[in-house]
């Protein structure tokens, strides 16, 4: 049984519908749903509806170029697959087939330390793939410090530090759809990155993660003794965190309120994004995640001055309507739609995608 439409999947939505169509209800409210009322979730979404763009005309858009560089590393367009637990709950394949339509695309992609496979199978899926492993702080040094050696090992290369989520928030579809307590994904990365299931039904899911709840800025000091790779710091929504992080020794930060899953009530990504991008300069780059969905979303955020932008749960969708070739369809999506956006502004390269491009807020 097929849910692909007849001439395949054409939009994101398709891809969302199918995926649906083939998933576990738990499984999709775990995916889909956010933290508290879903306030921020819907917010993400909204502050792109609110911005509009200022095309040019007339500039000679035959040829359109998506290459950029992220931390150096030269990327077919500028943007990346977060970092997204449990990919294994909607294929069979989980990150092994991200890794694979992620590196044939050319595309950085970011693997969670809740991995449903090991950080090296991973590697071993895409060897020439870009990839950077997401770190959740454990509160035992030793199996931090495990992971990380591990993830600098097998070729991954940055390390993304997820810092809004010293516990878990609460997420109401997923504690009343059950899948922490039913479902028990297996993770690839070890038994000690996470707590057996049974402790869950005692508080409601919140300590399925270990993390470290008494972490500090001196986590990233401690990181940057640990490895030399490139530290990004996800999660933070202000300009005196980003700075903080850049004075910590970060090389890039990532805008981000996990997708509407952990604070409800914290801003839209793209509402913030200014005030992050002011405070840290030309000291390290900036990206986003959090509600894009469209080429025009991409090229705001760009013009903000993202220099990438992170796709979370549409990667999902795409894993459970079709496995690899799924993915490999949803980023073929995107860049051909940030192409053509590209196009009907004027602008030819991602450099030139400039602050002159974001017209007056809608309302
Ligand atoms: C099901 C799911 C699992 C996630 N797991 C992680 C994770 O393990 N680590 C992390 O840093 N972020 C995680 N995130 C957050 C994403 O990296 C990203 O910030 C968010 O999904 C972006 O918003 P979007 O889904 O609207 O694109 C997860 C998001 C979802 C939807």
């Known amino acids: ?79 990346f697959v977060a970092p997204t637990a449990y990919q294994g709950l909607l294929c069979a394949d989980g990150e092994l087939a991200t890794a694979r339509a992620a590196g044939a695309a050319g595309l950085l992609a970011v693997y969670s330390t809740l991995s449903t496979r090991s950080l090296e199978e991973v590697a071993a899926a895409a060897p020439d793939g870009l990839r950077w492993f997401q770190l959740y702080l454990q509160p035992e040094a030793g199996v931090a410090r495990r992971l990380v050696e591990r993830a600098e090992r097998a070729g991954y290369r940055a390390l993304v530090l997820t810092v809004d989520m010293p516990l878990l928030a609460n997420r109401d579809r997923q504690l009343r759809s059950g899948l922490a307590v039913d479902t028990p994904a297996p993770i690839g990365n070890g038994a000690d990155v996470h707590s057996p299931p049974r402790a869950l039904t005692a508080d409601g ?55 509407g899953r952990q604070l409800d009530g914290a801003p839209a990504t793209l509402d913030v994004l200014p005030e992050v991008v002011e405070a840290v300069g030309r000291d390290a780059e900036v990206y986003l995640d959090g509600g894009v969905r469209r080429g025009s979303d991409v090229l705001m955020a760009l013009a903000l001055g993202a220099r990438a932008v992170g796709i979370g749960r549409p990667v999902l969708w795409a894993l459970a309507a079709g496995g690899e070739a799924g993915v490999a369809r949803l980023l073929s999506l995107l860049e051909v739609d940030v192409a053509t956006v590209m196009a009907l502004t004027g602008r030819t390269t991602v450099p030139a995608i400039d602050r002159a491009l974001l017209g007056a807020p809608r309302w």
Not at 39 to 63: C, E, I, K, S, W
């Open 205 to 259: 899911g919140r300590f399925l993660l270990r993390v470290d709840t008494a972490a500090t800025w001196e986590v990233v000091d401690r990181l940057r003794e640990w490895t030399r790779l490139p530290i990004v710091v996800k999660g933070v929504l202000t300009g005196e965190d980003a700075r903080r992080a850049v004075d910590h020794g970060a090389s890039a930060v990532i805008v981000s309120n996990h997708g």
């Open 1 to 79: 049984m097929t849910d692909e439409p007849p001439g395949g999947f054409l939009t994101l939505g398709d891809l969302e519908a199918a995926g649906a169509a083939k998933s576990a209800r738990d499984v999709w409210e775990f995916v889909q749903g956010g933290a508290g009322a879903e306030t921020t979730l819907r917010g993400n979404r909204d502050a792109f509806y609110r911005q509009t763009l200022r095309p040019r005309v007339l500039t000679g858009v035959d040829r359109i170029d998506l290459r950029t560089t992220i931390l150096g590393t030269p990327v077919a367009a500028p943007f």
